[in-house]
């Protein structure tokens, strides 16, 4: 099942798919450009990858302060980042290269602490989309993201639906692709993450135990390219949904 919220009529509701758009826990169907979309289900901590496909650690190779045998880049993100499906991502006026990142996001539904690998998804409660954006020249040691790149208000937009893990029968096999203004510029599978969704688990609830929503940021492959104000950003997985994001400049954002 697909889950969403969104906000209506000035309050947040529980919405599921319907074919002329979204459903309201209380029955009334709605389009989906009549409602703002939040993130579809509470989201407790935010943990994201970086560098976690091998071909966009090649693509970044020239700027890369890791190797093979690192452990996986995780850091964190904070609630401020979040923004639904069709909303706005600041550009600031002195950024030279902004970029999407289309991400296979894994919800947790259960306390995990010191998992192992064998017992990992039975603690995933689900998927959604996510596009984590990222100003490469704010980064202060190439690839190892900080504050000011991960952690701007809106930088990563999250939904639109929340997918039951039941109804994702093998998200080790989910095609991802990015379209800027109708045109494919990011094409991969999730086939090729690095550090799969049991190890992922297995590696964090090591040393912190993971709660229910909260969301692990899976990566990216290769094929980002800079976006500017006014571009129309679609990141989508098979299976899982796809999730509208637009650019917009300082003057648009109040900034």
Known sequence: MKHARVAYAGAVHPAAAHPAGLRLADGRVLAEDAVVWQPPFEVGTIIALGINYADHA???AKELTIGAKDEPLAFLKAPNTLIGHR???RRPADATFMHYECELAVVIGSVAKNVKRADAMQHVAGYTVANDYAIRDYLENWYRPNLRVKNRDGCTAIGPWLVDAADVPDPHALALRTFVNGRLTQSGNTRDLVNDIPALIEY?????TL???DVIL????EGVVNVMP???VVTEIDGVGRLVNTIVGDELSGR
């Open 58 to 60: 090649k693509e970044l």
């Open 87 to 89: 909303g706005q991502t």
């Open 204 to 208: 964090l609830s090591g040393f912190m």
């Open 211 to 213: 709660a229910p929503g």
């Open 218 to 221: 899976t990566g990216t492959p």
């Open 230 to 232: 006014g571009d129309e």
